[in-house]
């Protein structure tokens, strides 16, 4: 045979390797994807993300407090809080001894400045002075010590039921509240501030 006789035929590899190429290029070329062409009138409304509170930067920064009423009589508990939905209302309910069988509300509510920024320049604080009249942490014993960040309102210490937003093409988006705690065990002794 001579050296540039054309080839006979591999049989059926020749043309699946031309198929196979075939494909390839018509799947990178995105011509087998269907195109929608529905296109968007607006931005999507962004849905509601929850605040949280700042650890590293909570005050006392040990959670439990083995002897309060030796050496001081008061203690400053605050959190540092971040939302990234910045025009949320941000507020701090402050609960002591929190009992859920017979649920009396918060102890103390701070409204936190709204910045424009994500976090918040305001701390939500509760100071503690033993020495203060009907102070719940002045009795001898273990209590519970919680700061509960939302950007609802609570209702028996849970978010409102969630808003509705309705999108441009009818639909309806359930977009929640949130509710995040942070809490100290506080022991407090009889010690100097009795």
């Known amino acids: 045979m001579h050296r540039y006789a054309p080839r006979q035929s591999r049989g059926i590899l020749q043309p699946l390797v031309a198929a196979l190429g075939l494909a390839a290029l018509a799947a990178g070329s995105g011509c087998l994807i269907p195109q929608d062409e529905a296109l968007l009138e607006s931005v999507p409304q962004f849905r509601n993300r929850p605040p949280r509170v700042l650890e590293e930067q909570v005050e006392p920064s040990e959670r439990i407090l083995r002897a309060f009423g030796v050496g ?31 649920p009396t509300g918060f102890y103390r509510q701070i409204v936190l400045a709204n910045t424009g920024q994500p976090r918040r320049d305001d701390r939500g604080t509760l100071r503690m002075d033993l020495r203060s009249a009907n102070n719940p942490l002045a009795p001898p014993g273990i209590h519970l010590v919680e700061a509960l960040v939302t950007d609802r309102h609570l209702t028996n210490r849970q978010p409102d039921p969630p808003e509705e937003v309705f999108l441009a093409d ?19 002794v009889a010690g100097d501030c009795q």
């Open 72 to 102: 001081s009589c008061t203690q400053d508990f605050n959190v540092v809080v971040e939302d990234l939905d910045v025009d949320d209302r941000i507020t701090v309910e402050w609960y002591v001894d929190y009992n859920p069988s017979n």
């Open 170 to 188: 009818g639909g309806v988006v359930k977009n929640p509240g949130f509710v995040t705690s942070y809490s100290w065990v506080v022991n407090t």
